[in-house]
């Protein structure tokens, strides 16, 4: 199902933003927070494992049921996972699409990467000590 | 000890009521902050030491070592780029700018991802701003404008608007409203007076409409606009008409949607209606607690607000082209350093690829998800918490933020500052 997927700030994410080793910040950034419509339509539990394809790539979230997203709009705090599929065209701006990109998604049995994870597969090197 | 009225390092309030409790030289208690200062405040895993990516492992190496890789990298590179600089204080941003004059490279601040729009909106049309105090003392009417205080500055509401006490209202709480304009019901969405849900990516017309309206052109807007009815469009026009000083904060809503800074460019315009009527400012809710720093720093040295380039020799400035996206989309960069921000968490992954092939040097006190695609990091204090430097607030009031622990980190203008001589060294041999 095709949605419209827009990024933002939550307390979690802000209080884990100087943390972001921590698994709290990687549980915030890979929520995907829908409709409960949409869920049923979908055939998703609170936590389910979602694939999200947006045009640059693909990302493992965890679908979370919110009242405060309407039908056919996810919200994603930012982050690494909702990053990961954002396209980098900024239209003249300096300012990529954060808050209106079309993505889809589907329900999946992959677990979401951790933040290491993402960033390893891009060529970068973990660090956690 | 008690340390009192410390200023926040979080977000752009800059709360400077802060109570933070020391003990044996760690944060041990914060009173009076929020969720977020708190945490930052108390904030543990600051990397002990500089370190090296050496193949596939890391190894710890000195501050000269990490100083003299710096100064190597950047005096090699043929277009450096100078990214972050929000989360750091403005003498180390001013370093920042000579460094990138001195090297032709570019120096952008994350402003080119927050409110860099809107800045592009202001220099179109101007700025009818006030101080934060002013809002909370005289203003009767608040509107966020895709801004969600309650998650992202959350004492926004109980020191300048909502819940605070004004000198010329009797009783803030019952006397002024609050509209919130939003396309997610969100948590400050539930405490307003008037809740207008939009549909995504309506601002512009929603903002169109409302000037329509004032302009006394109402019949000529459409039963809805993006999703809201003529009939609230009209109610919030005459809510604004009838107070006495009203006052927009608008958020990353109007700067990341689709429109940009057109869609700020028409909210201030819509300031500028409702000044025919009564008093009206706009303001932007500011993330980092010196994003608003970065840009005045950068425009007191250079005339320009991010994204400068010093390719030519002179400051040249052309969001879109100059702006760290970009440069790094196009992998245009042949090295990068990371001060005061974290790219590799906020940016597009097709960025984050071209950092990875690049030399990159970051300066922060934690390791973050750009650590992963460093060369080299260098750990440093964090202003506010253990060294002391100035930040701009949302409003534009530069705050001297205090230091309340003493550790052996550098600050970042002191490393900047060596990194800065040791490169005219370099370039005078």
Not at chain 2, 21 to 40: F, H, Q
Not at chain 2, 359 to 364: E, G, H, S
Request: glycine share 8%.
């Amino acid at each position: 199902m095709t949605f419209l997927m827009i990024t933002g700030r939550t307390v979690n994410q802000g209080a884990t933003v100087e943390n972001k080793t921590s698994a709290g910040y990687a549980e915030e950034t890979s929520t995907c927070f829908m409709h409960e419509f949409d869920m049923l339509e979908l055939g998703l539990a609170d936590q389910d494992a979602v694939r999200v394809a947006g045009p640059c790539g693909e990302v493992v979230m965890r679908a979370v049921a919110s009242d405060e997203v309407e039908m056919g709009t996810v919200f994603v705090p930012y982050g690494p996972y909702a990053n990961h599929i954002i396209a980098a065209d900024t239209h003249s701006t300096g300012m990529p699409d954060f808050k209106s990109h079309e993505v889809e998604i589907e329900p999946t049995d992959e677990e979401p990467k951790t933040v290491h994870e993402l960033m390893e597969e891009l060529g970068g090197l973990a660090y956690d000590r | 000890m008690i340390v009192k009225d410390v200023v926040c390092p979080f977000c752009g309030c800059l709360c400077d009521d802060i109570e933070v409790d020391v003990a044996e030289n760690r944060v041990v208690a914060v009173t009076n902050a929020c969720e977020l200062g708190t945490k930052k405040l108390m904030g543990e895993k600051r990397m002990k030491n500089p370190i090296l990516r050496d193949g596939d492992t890391w190894k710890d190496i000195t501050y000269d070592e990490a100083i003299r890789y710096t100064v190597d990298m950047l005096t090699h590179a043929e277009r450096p780029l100078l990214y972050g600089w929000s989360g750091t204080h403005g003498e180390a941003q001013c370093v920042g700018v000579h460094m990138a004059e001195l090297v032709r490279g570019v120096i952008d601040n994350t402003s080119s991802v927050c409110h860099g729009p809107s800045i592009l909106a202001i220099q179109e049309v101007g700025h009818p701003g006030c101080t934060l105090g002013v809002v909370k003392n005289r203003a009767d009417l608040v509107i966020y404008w895709g801004a969600n205080p309650i998650d992202a500055h959350p004492r926004h509401l109980s020191r300048y608007t909502r819940y605070a006490d004004g000198f010329f209202l009797e009783n803030a709480f019952r006397d002024r409203k609050v509209i919130v304009m939003d396309v997610r019901k969100t948590e400050t969405a539930n405490i307003a007076d008037e809740f207008v849900q939009i549909k995504p990516g309506g601002d512009y017309a929603v903002l169109s409409a409302l000037r329509a309206i004032v302009r006394g052109k109402e019949d000529i807007v459409p039963r809805t606009v993006a999703g809201v009815t003529r009939e609230q469009l009209i109610r919030v026009v005459d809510l604004c008409k009838a107070a006495k000083f009203g006052a927009v904060y608008f958020g990353l809503g109007l700067t990341m949607t689709r429109g940009k800074y057109k869609n700020v460019r028409n909210a201030i315009e819509l300031v500028s209606e409702l000044n025919r009527h009564t008093k009206f400012t706009i303001s932007a809710m500011r993330g980092h607690y010196n994003v608003y720093g970065s840009n005045e720093v950068n425009t007191w040295m250079t005339g320009y607000p991010f994204g400068i380039d010093f390719s030519r020799g002179i400051a040249f400035y052309n969001p879109g082209e100059t702006t760290a996206v970009d440069i790094l989309a196009r992998k245009e960069c042949d090295a990068a350093l990371i001060v005061g921000s974290d790219p590799a968490a906020h940016f597009p992954r097709s960025c984050l690829k071209h950092l990875a092939d690049i030399p990159v040097v970051q300066l922060d006190p934690y390791p973050n998800a750009t650590t992963a695609f460093c060369n080299v990091q260098i750990p440093v204090a964090v202003t506010g918490i253990d060294a002391e430097g100035t930040a701009y607030r949302m409003d534009g009031v530069p705050i001297r933020t205090r230091k309340v622990l003493s550790t052996s980190y550098p600050s970042d203008e002191e490393v900047l500052s060596r990194i800065y001589r040791e490169m005219q060294e370099a370039q005078a041999v």
